[in-house]
C-alpha cells in the first residue's frame, strides 16, 4: 500500500508542474518548486504517516517534478510523462544505497527516466509501419 | 549558482528544514526577486543556475567542512552548467544531473587527495 502511495506520489509530481507549464504557462522553476514546497510542508506540519517509506513522499514528488520540467518537444503527450514518473519512482526505489545523500540525485534518476522513456519512443518510430504500404 | 547552494545548505543545517522545503524556498525566493534587473542578465538564467544550486546544497554534510564543500562543488557544478547549454536541453532532470556532477567531481577529489596525503 505504501510503495502505491509512493508511485502515486510520483504520477502526481511529474503530471502537475508538466500541467503548470504546459496550460497555465508557468515559469518552469516555479511550476516544479511551488507544489513539491507545499507538499514537503503539508507533510511536515501534518505528520500522519507512520511508515517509514511514507515519509519519502516529499523526495518522490520533488524528484518527479523534474521529470514533469521536460519540455513538449520532447514529451508532446501527459502520458509519456505519466510513464517516466513511473520509472523515475522505480529507479528511486531501487536505487543503490550508495549515492544517499548526494546533492542532484534526485535529478539524476528524473534524467534518466526521461532519456529511458524517449528512447522508448525512438525505438518505436524505428518500427516500419506495415499499413502505410497498403 | 553558489549562493543558492550555500542558503540552501544554511537552511537545512541551521534551521533543521529538511532538504526539499529548504531547496524550494531558495529556489521560489530567486524566482520571486527580479536579480536579473539587479545585474543585468536573463532572469530565466539567473532562476535556472539557482535552481542547480538548490540541488548542490541539498546534499548531506560528508566532510567537516560541509560550507566549504558546497562552495567548491557549486562552482564546479556552474562550470559544467555553462560549458553545456545545449546538452540535453529540454529533458527533465538536467540540472539535477549538472549538480550531481560537480558534488561526485569534488567528492573524487576529495578522495585522491586524501589517498595522497594520509
Same mark, same amino acid.
Given at each position: 500500500?505504501?510503495?502505491?502511495?509512493?508511485?502515486?506520489?510520483?504520477?502526481?509530481?511529474? $503530471?502537475? =508542474?508538466?500541467? %503548470?507549464?504546459?496550460?497555465?504557462?508557468?515559469? #518552469?522553476?516555479?511550476?516544479?518548486? &511551488?507544489? /513539491?514546497?507545499?507538499?514537503?510542508?503539508?507533510?511536515?506540519?501534518?505528520?500522519?504517516?507512520?511508515?517509514?517509506?511514507?515519509?519519502?513522499?516529499?523526495?518522490?514528488?520533488?524528484?518527479?517534478?523534474?521529470?514533469?520540467?521536460?519540455?513538449?518537444? $520532447?514529451? =508532446?503527450?501527459? %502520458?509519456?510523462?505519466?510513464?517516466?514518473?513511473? #520509472?523515475?519512482?522505480?529507479?528511486? &526505489?531501487? /536505487?543503490?544505497?550508495?549515492?544517499?545523500?548526494?546533492?542532484?540525485?534526485?535529478?539524476?534518476?528524473?534524467?534518466?527516466?526521461?532519456?529511458?522513456?524517449?528512447?522508448?519512443?525512438?525505438?518505436?518510430?524505428?518500427?516500419?509501419?506495415?499499413?502505410?504500404?497498403? | 549558482?553558489?549562493?543558492?547552494?550555500?542558503?540552501?545548505?544554511?537552511?537545512?543545517?541551521?534551521?533543521?528544514?529538511?532538504?526539499?522545503?529548504?531547496?524550494?524556498?531558495?529556489?521560489?525566493?530567486?524566482?520571486?526577486?527580479?536579480?536579473?534587473?539587479?545585474?543585468?542578465?536573463?532572469?530565466?538564467?539567473?532562476?535556472?543556475?539557482?535552481?542547480?544550486?538548490?540541488?548542490?546544497?541539498?546534499?548531506?554534510?560528508?566532510?567537516?567542512?560541509?560550507?566549504?564543500?558546497?562552495?567548491?562543488?557549486?562552482?564546479?557544478?556552474?562550470?559544467?552548467?555553462?560549458?553545456?547549454?545545449?546538452?540535453?536541453?529540454?529533458?527533465?532532470?538536467?540540472?539535477?544531473?549538472?549538480?550531481?556532477?560537480?558534488?561526485?567531481?569534488?567528492?573524487?577529489?576529495?578522495?585522491?587527495?586524501?589517498?595522497?596525503?594520509?
Amino acid at each position: 500500500m505504501d510503495i502505491i502511495l509512493l508511485y502515486i506520489s510520483g504520477i502526481l509530481g511529474g $503530471i502537475i =508542474p508538466y500541467l %503548470l507549464v504546459h496550460k497555465k504557462e508557468m515559469n #518552469v522553476v516555479v511550476a516544479s518548486a &511551488l507544489p /513539491s514546497l507545499t507538499i514537503a510542508l503539508l507533510w511536515h506540519l501534518f505528520p500522519f504517516h507512520e511508515s517509514e517509506l511514507l515519509q519519502e513522499v516529499p523526495l518522490v514528488f520533488y524528484g518527479a517534478s523534474f521529470v514533469g520540467m521536460v519540455n513538449q518537444k $520532447i514529451f =508532446p503527450k501527459r %502520458l509519456q510523462v505519466v510513464f517516466a514518473s513511473i #520509472v523515475f519512482t522505480f529507479v528511486y &526505489l531501487n /536505487s543503490s544505497k550508495f549515492f544517499n545523500g548526494f546533492g542532484g540525485g534526485l535529478g539524476t534518476a528524473a534524467c534518466i527516466s526521461v532519456i529511458a522513456i524517449y528512447g522508448l519512443m525512438s525505438l518505436k518510430k524505428l518500427i516500419p509501419n506495415k499499413n502505410k504500404d497498403k | 549558482m553558489v549562493v543558492a547552494a550555500l542558503a540552501t545548505t544554511f537552511l537545512t543545517l541551521e534551521f533543521n528544514f529538511d532538504t526539499v522545503t529548504s531547496s524550494a524556498s531558495v529556489a521560489l525566493l530567486f524566482c520571486m526577486l527580479p536579480f536579473g534587473k539587479w545585474l543585468k542578465i536573463n532572469q530565466k538564467i539567473i532562476q535556472t543556475a539557482a535552481y542547480t544550486g538548490c540541488f548542490v546544497g541539498m546534499c548531506f554534510p560528508f566532510t567537516p567542512f560541509h560550507y566549504l564543500f558546497i562552495f567548491f562543488a557549486s562552482l564546479v557544478s556552474g562550470i559544467i552548467f555553462v560549458l553545456s547549454p545545449n546538452v540535453l536541453q529540454g529533458f527533465g532532470g538536467k540540472l539535477g544531473s549538472t549538480a550531481f556532477s560537480g558534488i561526485a567531481m569534488i567528492t573524487f577529489l576529495i578522495y585522491l587527495f586524501g589517498l595522497i596525503w594520509i
